[in-house]
């Protein structure tokens, strides 16, 4: 069956790291983009960073040079390595696969950045 699973959130204090990882069906993860955004309390969401099929990587200014995004293609996933946290990176993480004519969305992983 076609699905996103997210894993890998958690707590974690500030200056901190954690690493998500995003399990994907294969024929979702054919699909050319990958990425991953998030959405704080009372804020939309928003992009985070995203990947294509290439490993062409994008990333929000906020996150530049602490996030890195990754694929493994034979084993279906996408990661977010996230260095340096801070608290506004707080939130829940989504992993989205995105096509031309298809969007699919994992459930969320929380992300808590506090002391």
């Known amino acids: 069956q076609a699905q996103l699973v997210e894993s890998g959130g958690g707590l974690v204090q500030p200056g901190g790291s954690l690493r998500l990882s995003c399990a994907a069906s294969r024929s979702i993860f054919s699909i050319n983009t990958m990425g991953w955004y998030r959405q704080a309390p009372g804020k939309q969401r928003e992009l985070v960073a995203v990947i294509t099929s290439t490993g062409r990587a994008n990333y929000a200014e906020s996150v530049k040079g602490r996030f890195t995004i990754s694929r493994d293609n034979a084993k279906n996933t996408v990661y977010l390595q996230m260095n340096r946290l801070k608290p506004e990176d707080t939130g829940i993480y989504y992993c989205?696969?995105?096509?031309?004519?298809?969007?699919?969305w994992g459930q969320g992983t929380q992300v808590t950045v506090s002391s």
């Open positions: 989205n696969a995105a096509g031309d004519d298809s969007n699919y």
